[in-house]
């Protein structure tokens, strides 16, 4: 069964670094978004993409944070200057229009970033 | 503030009885309500999608949606120790855009 995938699984920084969280989302799958649960909170949206734009982003998404669909597979997230509150698991989620019914976004395993 | 919300448990139920899971949300012009499966440490794993009101069943999983209420249940029937979990209540407003999560129901079946 198809899945979406993330790497790494578990990224550690020093404060101030930059990082880059990469995901390969469904392979039928045209929308893509970003997720990220801090420990014991709730899952919060950060952005979403469509045809190679940002079709949404939440207020969390500062100037920080970029997205970009470098090739036809991989979708990254990068936060440009990482700060101890990004400490967070980090998903991605994708979905299709030929999926059941509008929206039913598929997660990755997640990437657990620690910002020291 | 639109709000997705649900008791955080823990809900204990028996192995085999039903677990009733619930959910309301703020937002009266959401459109798509779904449910997440999540085990400690891992992502949320889809379980049931519901776009209409009345019942959808799949399984031993039973979603239910009052929009007029502004409320989403979920029965899981027959339950089994592996459904111990934290059930994730979303909810979206348009067709593709974002979900909002509530911050979810902790479910543990005791044997």
Not at chain 1, 10 to 38: A, D, K
Not at chain 1, 60 to 72: A, C
Request: aromatic share 12%; glycine share 8%; charged share 20%.
């Amino acid at each position: 069964e198809p899945e979406v995938t993330q790497t790494p699984s578990h990224q550690v920084t020093q404060m101030g670094q930059e990082v880059i969280l990469r995901c390969v989302p469904i392979s039928n799958h045209l929308y893509f978004y970003w997720y990220r649960q801090i420990l014991g909170q709730k899952v919060e949206f950060l952005v979403s993409f469509y045809n190679n734009e940002i079709s949404e982003k939440s207020e969390i998404f500062d100037d920080q944070f970029s997205v970009e669909r470098p090739d036809g597979s991989n979708f990254t997230l990068k936060i440009r200057s990482t700060k101890l509150e990004d400490s967070a698991m980090y998903f991605c989620a994708s979905s299709s229009p030929l999926a059941g019914g509008p929206n039913e976004q598929f997660f990755g395993p997640g990437t657990r970033l620690t910002v020291l | 503030q639109k709000e997705v919300e649900q008791n955080s448990g823990p809900l204990s139920v028996p192995e085999g009885a039903i677990a009733s899971l619930n959910c309301t949300y703020s937002d009266r012009v959401s459109q798509s309500f779904f449910w997440y499966r999540q085990y400690s440490g891992k992502s949320p794993e889809l379980i049931m999608s519901i776009y209409s009101n009345g019942d959808k069943e799949d399984g031993r999983f039973t979603a239910q949606l009052n929009k007029a209420s502004q409320y989403v249940s979920l029965l899981i029937r027959d339950s089994q120790p592996s459904d111990s979990a934290t059930y994730l209540c979303a909810v979206s407003g348009d067709s593709w855009g974002k979900l909002q999560f509530g911050a979810g129901t902790q479910v543990v079946v005791t044997p």
